[in-house]
T-cell receptor, first 112, second 113 residues
Framework: KQEVTQIPAALSVPEGENLVLNCSFT??????LQWFRQDPGKGLTSLLL?????REQTSGRLNASLDKSSGRSTLYIAASQPGDSATYLC???????????FGTGTRLTVIP | DVKVTQSSRYLVKRTGEKVFLECVQD?????MFWYRQDPGLGLRLIYF???????EKGDIPEGYSVSREKKERFSLILESASTNQTSMYLC????????????FGSGTRLTVV
């Protein structure tokens, strides 16, 4: 079964700092990987989708990379802001499957 | 703006009640999903559907059923609510084919007392 791990579970950084969130998965046979953001008590907001044939995607201050062979993805956030404070979740779709496998998330706090 | 809409943000129900959670998407997606989210356990798939009237069990289907009579609507049914079904419920949808991303609703916080 696909297992997805996110380290660290929680992270606090001062405003303006660049940071990296990590995601690892056990089965490299994936279709794609998606990063989400979740604010407390709210639903999930999609941030970036990386297809299995791609190595990275960028949106504004966010950059996500994917290394299928090593089973790893990183989400890079540049010049962090207090509004970036949220839980960040990565999820993968296994080849041949139809549903997402989620990590347990990294709770990010950006201190003004 | 494309949307997945869950009918209720908060619900409080009594033990033994039959509970309906509704989800509607306006993106003509084939796939629809119901997850529950609990602290320390993450998101777990309850049921999904890839077409009208079709359904597949996820990881934790016990105590739940689903209905998909129309493409845009996917309902989660708690036949007899229990306190261990107190949770955040999240609906999602996607196009058929794994190359597409998922869109989630804003969630329903269900409390069973």
């Amino acid at each position: 079964k696909q297992e997805v791990t996110q380290i660290p579970a929680a992270l606090s950084v001062p405003e303006g700092e660049n940071l990296v969130l990590n995601c690892s998965f056990t089965d490299s046979a994936i279709y794609n990987l998606q990063w989400f953001r979740q604010d407390p008590g709210k639903g999930l907001t999609s941030l970036l989708l990386i297809q299995s044939s791609q190595r990275e995607q960028t949106s504004g201050r966010l950059n996500a990379s994917l290394d299928k062979s090593s089973g790893r993805s990183t989400l890079y956030i540049a010049a962090s802001q207090p509004g970036d404070s949220a839980t960040y979740l990565c999820a993968v779709i296994k080849t041949g499957a139809n549903n997402l496998f989620f990590g347990t998330g990294t709770r990010l706090t950006v201190i003004p | 703006d494309v949307k997945v809409t869950q009918s209720s943000r908060y619900l409080v129900k009594r033990t033994g009640e039959k509970v309906f959670l509704e989800c509607v998407q306006d993106m003509d997606h084939e796939n629809m999903f119901w997850y529950r989210q609990d602290p320390g356990l993450g998101l777990r798939l309850i049921y999904f559907s890839y077409d009208v009237k079709m359904k597949e069990k996820g990881d934790i289907p016990e105590g739940y059923s689903v209905s998909r009579e129309k493409k845009e609507r996917f309902s989660l049914i708690l036949e007899s609510a229990s306190t261990n079904q107190t949770s955040m419920y999240l609906c999602a949808s996607s196009f058929l084919g794994a190359g597409y991303g998922y869109t989630f609703g804003s969630g329903t916080r269900l409390t069973v007392v």
